[in-house]
């Protein structure tokens, strides 16, 4: 079993497929905007670099055990989830 991280951001409430996780909130937005994954997501959907505002959500993580999803909801292979959002931040697209 992977660390499950405490913080995870990302751009789409309810998409995650793109993502930076973190034990601090900093953590999991330095790691997704700096990781590639940041810049992949503003390619994939066409946000002009240095133009575009972008929100990234800040998501608190649980483990899927401890969520209130039903078993036959998620994947097999999900360890965790979000649970809380702690906040959002406004970034330019990269």
């Known amino acids: 079993m992977n660390k ?3 913080y995870a951001a990302f751009c789409e409430e ?10 601090t909130p900093d953590e999991a937005f ?3 905007t700096l990781n590639g ?6 390619g994939q ?6 133009v ?3 929100a990234i959500y800040i998501y608190s993580v649980i483990p899927i055990e401890d969520s ?3 078993d036959e909801d998620y994947p097999e292979h999900w360890e965790w989830c979000t649970d809380e959002k702690v906040e959002t931040r406004t970034v330019v697209a990269q």
């Not at 309810?14 to 034990?23: A, F, T, V």
């Not at 994954?37 to 503003?42: A, P, V």
């Not at 959907?45 to 240095?50: Q, R």
């Open 14 to 23: 309810d998409n995650c497929e793109y993502l930076g996780r973190g034990d």
């Open 45 to 50: 959907y066409g946000l002009k670099k240095g």
């Open 68 to 70: 209130e999803w039903a």
């Open 37 to 42: 994954e940041f810049r992949d997501y503003c």
């Open 4 to 6: 499950i991280p405490k």
């Open 52 to 54: 575009d505002v972008v």
């Open 30 to 32: 330095d790691d997704f």
